[in-house]
């Protein structure tokens, strides 16, 4: 079991009559990386900046082993903490060099160790020899490295990093999430990673939590959180998702394209069939009783829109070489391990 490093419980914040965090709640543990996925305005930059002691909280706990760090009463100061931080604009000093920004953290060292302990993290970074160049002359991925080598310098048991990659185009963006998650885990200490893009999150993460309107609604390893989201909320931060409303009947969910079990707890109640775009199996079927309706390329996939017999729409996704074409009509069977009935 890792070690937890910090922990927030019931953390509220409002901005005038808006709450921006409404309890919510986290935990973070050593040498495991932690997503925070939700859209704009869910409030996972300020619960990010409360941890970091950038935002005061109006009630709650943040608290790291035996110390309390954010209260109703208290607030203790940022570099105080022992955090490192990398935002999304990096906040490289543009006057230092890259080696001179990575030893601005460095305090209470003699002057060659803290060089030594720099210049051996630009290394690590693949900048050793961007060591004496300014900001101004390092591209966007540089100096996100640089910003990274800075934050785990002085070997802080965590690590938050809010949107850092969303300034980098996509193939760069690719590269950099490999490189800087090799460099996390390398490092042994908690981080806290805030994005929007559910890509970035279940591929950088050990732990994913959603968020919506100030709450963590689901947290748990990626694929559990895919594989059985709680609420329609929860399946669509993670991607497409067909809904069906229904009501629970001999423990099973009835839909146009088929049935889905359901809990027994949901028995006789209205709830509602989440279906992955990937969890409709497609097959060709001469008078089959629904219809594609659309076709589009997507790399290696084919996104197709499938019509059943009362005129419901549903996503469907494919490999490309297995895909169908638009106005055949087919088949549909349903993946169960993609499918879930949650209550409404």
């Known amino acids: 079991m890792s070690e937890t490093v910090l922990y927030a419980r019931d953390v509220e914040k409002a901005w005038k009559d808006h709450r921006v965090l409404d309890k919510a709640n986290l935990s973070l543990k050593l040498g495991r990386v932690t997503a925070i996925l939700g859209p704009s305005g869910a409030g996972k930059s300020t619960l990010l900046r409360a941890i970091a002691g950038l935002e005061k909280i109006d009630r709650g706990l943040i608290q790291a082993g035996d110390q309390t760090l954010s209260s109703a009463m208290v607030h203790v100061p940022p570099e105080e903490r022992g955090i490192g931080l990398v935002f999304q604009d990096y906040a490289l000093f543009p006057h230092l060099t890259a080696l001179q920004n990575v030893m601005f953290g460095l305090r209470g060292m003699k002057s060659q160790r803290r060089q030594e302990r720099a210049q051996a993290l630009l290394e690590t970074a693949r900048l050793g020899h961007k060591a004496k160049s300014y900001p101004h002359a390092l591209s966007g991925g540089e100096q996100q490295r640089v910003a990274l080598a800075r934050a785990l310098a002085p070997n802080p048991k965590l690590v938050l990093m809010d949107e850092a990659f969303s300034g980098l185009d996509a193939r760069l963006r690719d590269d950099m999430r490999e490189t800087t998650l090799n460099a996390l885990k390398d490092s042994g200490a908690a981080v806290l990673i805030v994005t929007h893009d559910a890509e970035e999150a279940m591929f950088m993460a050990d732990d994913l939590a959603l968020m919506t309107n100030g709450r963590i609604i689901q ?42 079990a359901a809990h027994e707890s949901l028995e006789g109640r209205h709830a509602v069939a989440l279906v992955r775009p990937e969890g409709l199996q497609l097959s060709r079927a001469e008078n089959g009783p629904c219809r594609v309706i659309r076709r589009r390329a997507s790399g290696a996939e084919a996104l197709m829109l499938v019509e059943d017999p009362e005129g419901g729409k549903w996503r469907a996704r494919a490999p490309l070489a297995h895909a169908l074409a638009k106005g055949e009509t087919v088949k549909v069977g349903i993946d169960p391990a993609l499918a879930r009935v949650v209550s409404l």
């Open 219 to 260: 947290s748990g390893p990626p694929d559990e959180v895919y594989l059985n989201p709680v609420s329609p909320a929860a399946a669509r931060l993670l991607g497409e998702v067909n809904e069906w409303t229904g009501v629970v009947s001999g423990g099973r969910l009835a839909t146009p394209i088929g049935e889905i």
